[in-house]
């Protein structure tokens, strides 16, 4: 090899390794799990970052059950959450790397002041390294304190948050909320629900229930829990499984829910007097049943099928009140629902379909359910008269 294409080799190689020079080690950085965003006072707000170093992850996957924590909570206050962040760069000994950020928690004290809760959640739309896959949400007193339960067989508390917040084995919770799904419904002012959660002990964070997101007002405006909960995911037509209980002859019942579907029709379009119908149908099977009756028999899967399906109406009838009274906020998707297939309609109520003159709250809902069981199990009774 002559001199010539030696040096020329040499060069290449330079080239090569200049493209690495400002690269930041994996252990030379601090990857952020989750966020939790408090109220400081009515003009600042307190951010908890949830910080996780490789090697301390390593550490606790060898040695299980002993050593060091696997995170660590960095927190400070200020007016805007670009402001605060840099300012907990400086704390952290390591680069601090958002890119692994899976949950943002939101304390009910941000969301129920108008427009707070959109000033501060900007910077997330508007930073375009952020994914949008992030889980958002709404807690149950400080949101700084959820990040640090430690579930028995999770280590970092924002990996548990966000695998909870997958879970879709309930009925009481609403669909997944990312930041990427309500960018556009925030700027739009279209109101949603968001998951609630709570902590119930230092190992123990749950659903409390839906809350409730005005977009006119800009706030949240309550929570649904327990059966309303429940009913709003029957409204919304989720692909969420989980159990209806009810009774038979005085004798308990449970349903294993497979899937939900729900049908939407304007039945009147007078903006003054809007008519709405909502069928659903629930699919599912029989997984517990303490009664005689036999359920391959006509006249009781009948009876069944009537009991049932109007402890599900009447549910559905109180969340719906709940909505148009209580919170005169449409979280069930009717606005929507008008804006895709009746744009004439929705340009001229959008404006005050849940505020104002609020033609959501005047509308009139009805509901028809539906019951079908496709297993009664592997036995039609469980005893005898």
């Not at 090569?16 to 950085?29: M, V």
């Amino acid at each position: 090899m002559n001199k010539l294409n030696a040096m020329l080799i040499l060069m290449m190689c330079t080239l090569i390794l200049a493209a690495c020079w400002d690269q930041i080690e994996i252990d030379e950085r601090a990857f952020i799990f989750g966020m939790a965003i408090d109220a400081a006072d009515k003009t600042e707000v307190k951010l908890t970052q949830q910080l996780v170093v490789p090697e301390n992850m390593a550490t606790v996957a060898v040695n299980a059950g002993g050593g060091g924590k696997a995170y660590r909570n960095l927190s400070s206050t200020g007016k805007t959450i670009y402001e605060i962040n840099l300012d907990l760069a400086k704390q952290a000994s390591r680069s601090i790397d958002s890119t692994h950020l899976g949950v943002i928690l939101v304390s009910e004290d941000i969301m129920k002041q108008p427009g707070r809760f959109k000033e501060h959640f900007d910077v997330f739309f508007r930073e375009k390294r952020m994914r949008r896959g992030i889980k958002l949400a709404v807690t149950n007193g400080l949101a700084e304190d959820l990040l640090y339960v430690e579930a028995e067989h999770e280590k970092i508390p924002a990996e548990y948050i966000k695998n909870l917040l997958e879970n879709k084995k309930r009925l009481d919770v609403t669909d997944l909320v990312r930041i990427g799904d309500i960018d556009e419904k925030l700027y739009e002012e279209t109101s949603f629900p968001l998951p609630y959660l709570k902590k119930i002990s230092s190992t123990v964070i749950d659903y409390e229930g839906i809350a409730i997101y005005n977009g006119k007002e800009e706030r949240m405006v309550g929570v649904l829990k327990g059966d309303d909960a429940k009913a709003l995911s029957y409204i919304r037509g989720l692909k969420n499984n989980g159990s209806i209980n009810t009774e038979i002859d005085g004798g308990p019942m449970t349903i294993e829910i497979f899937t939900i579907k729900r049908k939407i029709t304007l039945t009147n379009n007078d903006p003054n007097n809007l008519q709405f119908s909502i069928k659903i149908q629930i699919k599912g099977a029989i997984a517990d049943q303490s009664g005689w009756e036999n359920l391959k028999e006509y006249e009781v899967l009948n009876k069944f099928y009537k009991k049932t399906s109007e402890k599900i109406e009447e549910m559905v009838k109180n969340t719906i009140n709940k909505l148009q009274n209580d919170f005169q906020t449409d979280a069930m998707g009717l606005g929507k629902y008008l804006n895709r297939y009746y744009p004439k309609i929705w340009k001229e109520v959008q404006d005050e379909w849940d505020n104002g003159k609020n033609y959501f709250s005047k509308s009139d809902i009805d509901c028809e359910v539906k019951i079908v069981i496709e297993e009664p199990g592997s036995i039609n009774k469980t005893t005898s008269k």
